[in-house]
T-cell receptor, first 114, second 113 residues
Framework: DAGVTQSPTHLIKTRGQQVTLRCSPI?????VSWYQQVLGQGPQFIFQ???????GRGNFPDRFSARQFPNYSSELNVNALLLGDSALYLC?????????????FGQGTRLTVV | QKEVEQDPGPLSVPEGAIVSLNCTYS??????FMWYRQYSRKGPELLMY????GNKEDGRFTAQVDKSSKYISLFIRDSQPSDSATYLC?????????????FGTGTRLTIIP
């Protein structure tokens, strides 16, 4: 089975531009979460979507938005990019079995804002 | 104060040694505890998943959770050079349907052959 896939793997944008990152969850997983990982730090929670509904939002500005599609894939949009948005953006899909929920991460999209 | 504290290291140990990695946390509502391994420029890989207090063993890896002390540990026995990576602890309050993970900063581990 394919794991969580993210595209693109690398991206360079200019300050003020907008970017869209994409994520395809593991087949059968209905929950998708997005995280931002700045170099040398742990991932920070941005959004979680379950069955196309937003279930959680982290402490990020409104420039960040996301959505989930009927096939459970997801997009993360960031508007008016700032230099500080440069980071590895991670998507995680999760499922629940036996009462436990495990999250599996993609390889990430490395965004550089110049 | 961060919700989850983790010594960033770096930590270097000789091959075959026992490695101990630790995290402390302040949010008593955390119930689910995870350890992820992250190689350079890759996404985190789930290593261990535990619920509430207790121990869990999987091969050379043992995870311990002490909720009374708000302290979790990961032990790696017979460490190998391939174990060289950044190890992230993660925790969550909820389970099904609302699964925000709160991560530590990660500990960078190097196993010296």
């Amino acid at each position: 089975d394919a794991g969580v896939t993210q595209s693109p793997t690398h991206l360079i944008k200019t300050r003020g531009q907008q970017v869209t990152l994409r994520c395809s969850p593991i087949s059968g997983h209905k929950s998708v979460s997005w995280y931002q990982q700045v170099l040398g730090q742990g991932p920070q929670f941005i959004f979680q979507y379950y069955e196309k509904e937003e279930r959680g939002r982290g402490n990020f500005p409104d420039r960040f938005s996301a959505r989930q599609f009927p096939n459970y894939s997801s997009e993360l949009n960031v508007n008016a990019l700032l230099l500080g948005d440069s980071a590895l953006y991670l998507c995680a899909s999760s499922f629940t079995t036996g009462g436990n929920t495990e999250a599996f991460f993609g390889q990430g999209t490395r965004l550089t804002v110049v | 104060q961060k919700e989850v504290e983790q010594d960033p290291g770096p930590l270097s140990v000789p091959e075959g040694a026992i490695v101990s990695l630790n995290c402390t946390y302040s949010n008593s509502a955390f119930q689910y505890f995870m350890w992820y391994r992250q190689y350079s420029r890759k996404g985190p890989e789930l290593l261990m998943y535990t619920y509430s207090s207790g121990n869990k063993e999987d091969g050379r890896f043992t995870a311990q959770v002490d909720k009374s002390s708000k302290y979790i540990s990961l032990f790696i026995r017979d460490s190998q050079p391939s174990d060289s990576a950044t190890y992230l602890c993660a925790m969550s309050e909820y389970n099904f349907g609302n699964e925000k993970l709160t991560f530590g900063t990660g500990t960078r581990l190097t196993i010296i052959p």
